[in-house]
Nanobody, 124 residues
Framework: QVQLVESGGGLVQAGDSLRLSCAAS????????MGWFRQAPGKEREFVAA????????AYADSVKGRFTISRDNAKNTVYLQMNSLRPEDTAVYYC?????????????????WGQGTQVTVSS
């Protein structure tokens, strides 16, 4: 069992930066790939970024590549999402998720545990 708690969301202006954190409890965190997803009003939940169990491999959605960076600290049971050059279209609820595998995966069905989400709002 893994419990995930996101933090770091907020209201920012276009071009600003935010860093989201996801604190995990449970002994399987360090052996699980982790991901960030987001869901805007009226839209489906979409993949943002993922990182392998060791942090050695990452993957990003094309829409955030070059602006967002995912990282993890297994000693602290925490995964991060650094978001730079934010745009209004990045506005969404951001969810942290733990996968049932060690390797990078990008589909929602590959993730077994989800946090409650944190709101990110980017004004123009």
């Amino acid at each position: 069992q893994v419990q995930l708690v996101e933090s770091g969301g907020g209201l920012v202006q276009a071009g600003d930066s935010l860093r989201l954190s996801c604190a995990a409890s449970g002994r399987t965190f360090s052996s699980s790939a982790m991901g960030w997803f987001r869901q805007a009003p009226g839209k489906e939940r979409e993949f943002v970024a993922a990182i392998s169990w060791s942090g050695g491999r990452t993957a990003y959605a094309d829409s955030v590549k070059g602006r967002f960076t995912i990282s993890r600290d297994n000693a602290k049971n925490t995964v991060y999402l650094q978001m730079n050059s934010l745009r209004p279209e990045d506005t969404a609820v951001y969810y942290c998720a733990a996968a049932g595998t060690r390797v990078v995966v990008t589909t929602t069905s590959s993730y077994n545990y989800w946090g409650q989400g944190t709101q990110v709002t980017v004004s123009s």
